[in-house]
């Protein structure tokens, strides 16, 4: 059996969940041939799947929303980026047709959420699943006339699959199909090296996890410094984007190259960033609070936000706050109005699929 994931471009949070996903699996049927389709950078995709034996396929599905940083988007950008994609999918549905063939095994298609999945699927007549907590159709439709189109072929596509298996903070997806819900989909957390460990342990201060995604954020080093009594951690690709002297600062640590903030996430009290599905799914199943950002333009932001203060702990920030540096660290979390959802979000997809697959190979 071959499982072959198509998995969306629009930042890490994709992928990471996809990731997380795929290694359920690969416990559950290590004899299966796993593929991770994207175009996401390839050290990152190894760095997500911590796993040689499933296989990246390099391959560009969807636009989603061409951000402007990580709090933004640019509409004008995702249109042309649009367009460009149009006229290269036709090759790369082809030429990733011809390899599923010529690798003699029967195929399930896996789509979050690109909507030329549901193309490969019927290029290959092979049965289509999805999994996501929104669709491009939900993402384009509000966005005015410019993405009506995009919108509608989306939409479309969609209603192809088989099976949509819904994530937690979702949009409509009206589809029409079977849907099985899952609780927050995440990957575990893995062990850190224990000379990083011990460094940890030596600091006296709340540890807090920044993160802003995969584009990162610029945030002045005088913000950090407003907060002498906790210390900051910034993964490696956010730091890139970010001013150099941040990692000279004496209450910021930068984590090595290859560690996920998920593999730290534990051992922090406080978690500062955007309103990203894999961020608020990590924290939610680890227990860590949530001091979130606002953001404007994306109709899954406001999904996200409406989870979390019914299930996470959490302060809300405007844009002001972060950039003046009122992080409200010193606040009490306020908690949520629900009860927790379900942490094996990932571990339910795996089976749903399994069983999925037994009934109908």
């Known amino acids: 059996?071959?499982?072959?994931?198509?998995?969306?471009?629009?930042?890490?949070?994709?992928?990471?969940?996809?990731?997380?996903?795929?290694?359920?699996?690969?416990?559950?049927?290590?004899?299966?041939?796993?593929?991770?389709?994207?175009?996401?950078?390839a050290a990152m995709l190894t760095m997500l799947l911590g796993d040689e034996s499933i296989q990246q396929r390099p391959c560009q599905w969807d636009v989603g929303m061409v951000q402007a940083d990580a709090l933004g988007v640019n509409r004008a950008a995702t249109l042309s980026a649009l367009?460009?994609?149009?006229?290269?999918?036709?090759?790369?549905?082809?030429?990733?047709?011809?390899?599923?063939?010529?690798?003699?095994?029967?195929?399930?298609?896996?789509?979050?959420?690109?909507?030329?999945a549901a193309a490969l699927a019927q290029r290959l007549d092979a049965p289509l699943v999805w999994m996501s907590n929104f669709g491009w159709d939900d993402i384009y439709g509000p966005l005015g006339d410019a993405f009506h189109r995009w919108a509608d072929a989306a939409a479309e596509a969609y209603?192809?699959?088989?099976?949509?298996?819904?994530?937690?903070?979702?949009l409509a997806m009206n589809w029409g199909m079977a849907e099985h819900r899952l609780g927050l989909v995440c990957g575990r957390p893995r062990a850190i090296p224990p000379a990083f460990e011990a460094g940890l342990d030596d600091l006296q201060a709340p540890l807090v996890l920044v993160g802003f995604g995969g584009l990162g954020l610029s945030l002045s080093s005088e913000l950090f410094q407003l907060w002498p009594g906790h210390h900051f951690l910034l993964p490696a690709s956010a730091e890139a984007s970010s001013s150099s002297e941040l990692a000279g600062l004496p209450n910021l640590t930068v984590l090595p190259?290859?560690?996920r903030p998920v593999d730290v996430l534990g051992r922090c009290s406080r978690f500062l960033g955007k309103p990203g599905?894999?961020?608020?799914?990590?924290?939610?199943?680890?227990?860590?609070?949530?001091?979130?950002?606002?953001?404007?333009?994306?109709?899954?932001?406001?999904?996200?936000m409406t989870?979390?203060?019914?299930?996470?702990?959490?302060?809300?920030?405007?844009r002001s706050d972060l950039d003046?540096?009122?992080?409200?660290?010193?606040?009490?979390?306020?908690?949520?109005?629900d009860a927790p959802l379900s942490p094996s979000g990932a571990q339910d997809a795996a089976r749903r699929l399994v069983e999925w697959v037994g009934d109908h190979f």
């Open 1 to 41: 059996m071959l499982i072959y994931f198509c998995s969306s471009s629009h930042g890490f949070g994709h992928a990471a969940r996809d990731a997380a996903v795929l290694q359920e699996l690969r416990h559950l049927r290590p004899e299966w041939t796993l593929v991770m389709s994207s175009a996401l950078p």
């Open 257 to 259: 190259d290859g560690m």
């Open 83 to 116: 367009d460009q994609l149009e006229q290269r999918l036709p090759a790369t549905i082809q030429a990733e047709a011809s390899w599923l063939e010529s690798q003699g095994q029967p195929v399930l298609i896996l789509g979050d959420i690109p909507p030329a």
């Open 277 to 304: 599905f894999s961020s608020f799914c990590e924290a939610m199943a680890i227990g860590v609070g949530l001091h979130v950002v606002e953001r404007s333009g994306f109709a899954e932001a406001s999904a996200l």
């Open 324 to 337: 003046t540096g009122a992080w409200q660290l010193d606040q009490p979390l306020l908690l949520p109005s």
């Open 307 to 318: 989870g979390l203060q019914r299930h996470g702990q959490y302060r809300c920030l405007t």
């Open 159 to 170: 209603r192809s699959g088989d099976l949509l298996l819904r994530c937690p903070f979702d």
